[in-house]
Structures are given as structure tokens and as C-alpha cells.
């Protein structure tokens, strides 16, 4: 059977990205509109099964109607470049799913779609319209069901004939009537001043249509018959505006609009990309790539396996034996240590393989738990021998907990392939070996399964995958090594990354002491405040009510309260925090349930999240540092999230009382650095200004209020400090003009012309703006104060949306990747010098621009004159680097 599903997707994707919040990958791109658009494909596709499928979308901004009108769609605010950067990733995923995809200069996807859809109607053939925009109802009918989105994408009503009649007691064709009377400020669609829809559909169930409407004028009165009477021509150019053209001359075949489906793998390609991992889950995709059985099975014939898995047996010592023999004279080797688990904390050591020329030895974890491998974790401790291994980090934190060391770590294929590409962060070994033309090395989630279905296979199967896995280690080694050296960033590498490793390994291990009667006092202050705050909500309300059920608290706002509301849905009233917060000066009870909100926020992911991670036999909270996701250079945090507790309320940042030191005697001590990345585009940029806001010690913003708004530093208040600082961050971050208006709650316009002050007082910043995105166009790439590289091969793209992605990350990268550079540098140098002066005091954690440290109290006054020390001086800058220290019997007293 035949059917159809046309699917407007400039309408789809404008929707998504307002519907879904904020989401990037680690390359930084945004991907919200893709995400929310590839859920609903993916849903629609499982629910409808077309045979036919297109993805319409607009070609431009000037079609047939402009001529007719020049101010169609005059009002309309420019597409924010959040969204518009999406565009080519969203082409680039409807092709990756086998779908055609179509535009045409002149006309707009409405008009395909209406074309599409008559031809299909025409031949009795069943249709589906996927839409955002209500004029495509005029196109159902018996054949043809339009699906209208709404919640954003995550739903649609149906429409057909029928269910038009019932909501609006008109056929199809009178929706046009409809938009003729009433007009659409949407597409600027002018209609009659006055006529809303409740009028429009009074007229038209009388009347019929506009041209009914304009022949009865003498039947009706007053104020209406005044304005349909001086605006006939505008009603009937509405009309006509709103009319979807149904004779576009395509070029598409029907034979071009079969689908047969998706392929996996090139689907995978595409997903992985956008980190979109849940989706790839979903369809039961691998995460990672790898090679296929054929491969796999070529590879493990070329190699010479040593398997050992038995315990307590003399062959197996003169094996070890022979292996450490091998090690001395044969320097190049490739070690995969197989953990199973994502949090290294609690993973468990499955295997260890390490790969030479000739030969690959493979230790199975029964052997690895006997007294038999002593001699092989004695190699693997030693700082003499070198290692060279993948995701070593990983590995030296997971034998830490075992009661092992791992030293000598010279070369980490995972960081060394996260340098040479941060965008790809957090590669697998098969991905890795798959770019560099390595073949044989399947992913584990071909190996193992994943999810409910993961599983060890057979020993046999096992050790294999292991070997392969070593032997791709070694063949990498010096593929990466000398990508390292032609790329300039070995010394990055050897001086900063790999030491900064294991001084994370160290931190994570070490874990922070935190005091669970602490949290568990903090819980229960906030279920007294949460009771309260209810309360307070019900009298308020004047009943009781589920105050987290969108559809119960929408009805008391809007019904019982009589609050202005946005357009009601069949699901209800929309109850986001913006609307709440737009609705703020109306009634008291809206900043209670904004509060009560967050606080039951803190309360299930704070309190009662962080003390489900405390390991009862540390009484510590161990956190996982990632230096292979941010594309910036910057650290994540995982297991738990220390980096993310929210500290803008003073309830989160009483979280932080319950982290203590983990000895009597001893004192948190925080130090931050204040405005680093400000300070470093001081620096890389040169601005006078800039530089001597610094230079005198100023308060940046402040400084930035007098220059921008041309006043004394007495006439700034706080509105102009607020945007002032607004501006700052947001020329660091490569902030748009609609993010810049978003943050100060006001117009695009307005947030570019401000930001065009900025730039007339800070011509400097200007000028590096611009001169780095001629440097990004001719070598590719940019670099930080450090030497770290940043690929933009977009920065050449035809595409505009492509290639002001990435014109602002070349703007923004060298700002943020040598901030981050600079704190991984002092922790670096701070190591050396805890060691060099035999200090007691030990690092715990790193949260973006502040260092934390437990120091015993006969240290403090040493401490407290070195941290600010080594990181003021950590790099050496155009501009003083302040950092401030500050202590106390826990981290909230620290800051």
C-alpha cells in the first residue's frame, strides 16, 4: 500500500529548537533543533511506515508572494545562528537516514508539500503532513491527514476534514478564509485590523468566504463594517498570501520519494558525530565503530597469541618470566588493560594484554588475581620501564583500587588522539584505529553487548579481542606519536596532558571526605522550607493541588487564578519557568512555586544524589576528571558531577558545608582565579583598554559600563554593570546576538547594536576577532597560548550557517582552550611543588577556574602564600593572572 508522509522541515526544526533545551556536542556545535526533529522522525517513521517520504524545506527568503506583497514576512526576527548552524547537520542526518529532501528557489515547503500532496490525492493514495504551521490544514481531505505538532515535537493532533469541521466548523478550504480575515503576524500576513479568529469564524460561518464576507457588507455594523469595509483589499491579498501554491514544477520522481529504510551504519556515522548516544541506544546502533567479523578474524590469524588464564602452574611463571625478558630489550610494545564498568571507581579488571612484534601475551583476571602475576604488577609500577597504552588514566585509577600501581605511563593513544582531534572526544580504540587505517579492531559493544544484553563471551573470544586491542596499541604508537611532533603539540603532551593524568588519577582516588549527618541536616532543612513553601502555595491558591503536575498547576494559574496565559493546548497550559517568570508581577504565589522548584531540585539531585555516591568504606566522595570531552581543553567532571553543584542559591551553596577535610587538623583551602579568560583575551587580543583595566586593578565590568555607556564610574549602576558583564562573557563564549538578548531580556537588535559599542571602545578585541578568523581560514585550525589545536575545516564551508559556527569558535577557542590550559598548568606545577617540599597537603579538585586542596594547619600559612603564587605564575601574560585563596573547616567556608 501507498503512503505518503511529507514532512515540512523548516517548520519542524524551528519548532525543535525552541521546544528542546540548550544542547551541544563536545565540538560545541548546537544540536537541540536536530535532536528534537530526529526523535519525531524516528517516532513518525516507527508509527506510519511511509512508503514515500520527503523533507521539504524553505529555499530562501524571497518567493512568488514577495512580489504580490514586498513585506511577507517582513516582521520576523532573523533566525537565530544557534539554529541556523543546525541546518547543514540536520540535511547531513536526513540523508543519513535515506530520505529525500527537497527545495526550490521561489517557493516555500509549503508550496512542495501542497503540490506532493495533490499529485498523491489525486491517484487516491493515503498522505501524512507533518507540520508546525497551521496553514497546511487547508490541504486535508479524504486521502490527506495533517499531523500538527504541538508540546513543541514530542506530540501532534490529527487532523482530517472532520476534525477541522469540529474545531473550527469550517472545511479545509476555509482555513485559508480564516487567515485572510484574521490575518498571521507570523508570516506578516496583514488581514483586517480588528477581525481575531473568534470573529473571523463568526463571519465565516455565516458567510463562507472572504469574497461572501466582502459582498454582505451592507449586513453588518459598526466598527467591523468599517474596517472590512476600508480593508477589502488587504483581506482579499490575505487570502491569496495564505493560499499554498499547488503547482510547483518538481523535480523530484515518485521512483526518488520510495524509502526503504535506513541504514545502520550510516545513520551511526551521523549520530556519533552529534554525540546523540541515547538515539544510537534506541536503535540498537554500536556508540563506536569497529571493524566487522571478516576483519576481525584476518587480524587475529596474524598474530601469535600467548593466552594465560590458569593459576599456580610453572609454565605460566616462565611465561611472565620470558615476557619481562622481552620487555627489557624490546622497548616498543603496545598494554590494554580491559576494565569492565564506565566509572572507574567501581570497574573490574577482565584482562590485560601486551602486544610486541612477534608476539601478544594475553592474562586472563583469574590469573591476574593470583600471586602469579607479582612479578607482572611489579613491571607494570615501575617509572623506568615506559608504558604504552590506551586510556591509561582509566587504567591506573582502576589498579589503585586493586591495591596496584601503574608508572612510567609515557604514551596514551586515547589523549594523544583527543589532542590530535578534540572535537571526536572520548574515542574508542576501534575508532581511533579505524581513522588511521589499523584494521581488524572491533568495538566492545560488538564484543561485550551492551545495556541489559552486555556480557563477557568465552575466554577464547575474549583474549582475542584483547590481543587485537594491544597489538593495535603498538601499531599506533609511533602513527600518533609522529602526528604529535609534525602537529607541535609534544610538548603539550609530555609536559602538560599526560603528568596532569595522574595527578588526576591521585586526586580521584584520594576522593574528598564529606559529612553525610551534613547532608542528610541540609535534607531536612529543605523538606521544612519545601512543607512550608507548599503551604504558602495552597493558601495562595485557595486549594490544594500537585504542584510538579504541569496540567494541575496550569489550571490553578490560569483558570482558578485567572492569570494571563499563553495559548491553551489540549494537554493544557504551558507552566515553563519562562512563562512563570513573565508571569512574576501578577501574583505572589508565582515566586513561591519558582523557588519551591529549585529547592526540591537540590533536594533529589544534591542531597540525595551525592549521598548515594559516598563510598562507605572512604566515607569520600570519589569524582571522575575527563580530559578527553571538552573540545575546549577544559576538564568534565562525572560520577558525580562536582563541577556542576549549584552555588548561585545560598540553600546550594550550603552543599558545599558537607565537604570537610579527611583529618583532624587539617582545613579546606579554595583558590580561583578571578576573570581568567577576560585576562587572556587581554593578552592575545593586546586592547589598550583591556589591558589596562587589568594592568590597574579595575572591576572589568565596571570599566566596561564607563567605556560603553560614556559615563563616570560613579553614574554606573547596577543595570549597566549587568550588561556590561553580559557583553564581557559573552564575547568569550562567541555569544550571538539573540544569546546576548536572551541573557539581557532584550531585542536582537538592541543586543547588537550594544555589542557594536563594545567593539568601538575595544577595537583591539576587534581586530583579534577578525584576524583570527583569517588565521583559522588559512591554516585550518587555531591554537591556544599553549600550542593546543583546534580543527575548523568548516571555517572554508559554501555553507554560511557552517562557516559562522565556525568563525565564532575560532574566536572563541584560543580564549577558553588557554584558560583551561593555564589551571591544568598550575595543577601541574602545584604537584611538583607538594612534592619538592615534602608537603603533607594534597590537591582534591578542580571546578573550572578554582583549585581545592586539604592542608594540615602547620602547612597553612606556607599553602596560603603558594597556590595564588604558582597560579599567578603559572604562564607568563601581558596582563597580571590574580588568583585569590581563601580557607575554612569546609569548602563553603573556603569561599
Known sequence: MTKWMLIDGSSIAYRAFFAMPPLTNSAGMHTNAVYGFTTMLLKLLDEYKPSHILVA???????????????????????????????????QLIEAFGITQYELDGYEADDIIGTLSRLADEQKEEVVIVTGDKDLLQLASDHVTVLLTRKGVSEVDTYTPAAISDKYGLSPQQIIDLKGLMGDASDNIPGVPGVGEKTALKLLHQYGSVESVLESLDELKGKLKENLTNHQADATMSKQLATIYREVPLEQTREQLQYAGFEKEKLAEVMRKLEFKSLLERLDIDVSSGADEQAVQKAVAELQITALDETNTAEHEQQIQRLLQLLKTEKSHGLFIES???????????GLAVALEEEVFVFGAELLSSKLARPLFDWLADEEQYKYGYD???????????GYSLGGTNFDIHLVAYLLDPTDGNQALSDISEKMGIAGVASDETVYG??????????????????????????????????????????????LEQPLSRILAKMEHQGIMVRSEELTELGLRLDEQITSMVTQIYEQAGTEFNISSPKQLGEVLFERLGLPAHKKTKTGYSTSAEVLEELAPYHQIIPLILNYRQMTKLQSTYVEGLLKEIRPETGKIHTYFRQTIAAT??????????????????????????????????????????????RVLAHISGDANLKEAFIEEMDIHTKTAMDVFGVAASDVDSDMRRSAKAVNFGIVYGISDYGLSQNLSITPKEAAKFKDQYFQVFQGVRKFMDDIVLEARENGYVTTILERRRYLPEIKSSNFNLRSFAERTAMNTPIQ????????????????????????SRMLLQVHDELVFEVPKDELELMKQLVPEVMSNAVKLDVPLSASVSFGANWYEAK
Open 817 to 840: 582552550g588557554s584558560a583551561a590550559d593555564i589551571i591544568k598548568l598550575a595543577m601541574v606545577q602545584m604537584d611538583e611543588v607538594i612534592k619538592e617540599k615534602k608537603l603533607r
Open 392 to 402: 591509561l588514566h582509566k587504567a591506573e585509577l582502576v589498579l589503585r583500587w586493586l
Open 633 to 678: 581543553g577544559r576538564l568534565s567532571s562525572q560520577y558525580p558531577n562536582l563541577q556542576n553543584i549549584p552555588i548561585r542559591l545560598e540553600e546550594g551553596r550550603q552543599i558545599r558545608k558537607a565537604f570537610v577535610p579527611s583529618e583532624p587538623n587539617f582545613t579546606i583551602l579554595a583558590a580561583d582565579y578571578s576573570q581568567i579568560e577576560l
Open 57 to 91: 524545506f524553505d529555499a530562501g527568503k524571497v518567493t512568488f508572494r514577495h512580489k504580490q506583497y514586498e513585506d511577507y514576512k517582513g516582521g520576523r526576527q532573523k533566525t537565530p545562528p544557534e539554529l541556523s548552524e543546525q541546518f547543514p547537520i540536520l540535511k
Open 450 to 495: 551492551k545495556g541489559a544484553k552486555f556480557k563477557l563471551p568465552n575466554s577464547n573470544e575474549l583474549y582475542k579481542h584483547l590481543a587485537i586491542k594491544a597489538d593495535a596499541v603498538r601499531k599506533l604508537m609511533p602513527l600518533l606519536q609522529a602526528e604529535l611532533e609534525k602537529t607541535d603539540m609534544g610538548k603539550l603532551y609530555y609536559e
Open 340 to 350: 569492565i564498568g564506565d566509572n572507574p571507581h567501581h570497574a573490574t579488571l577482565a
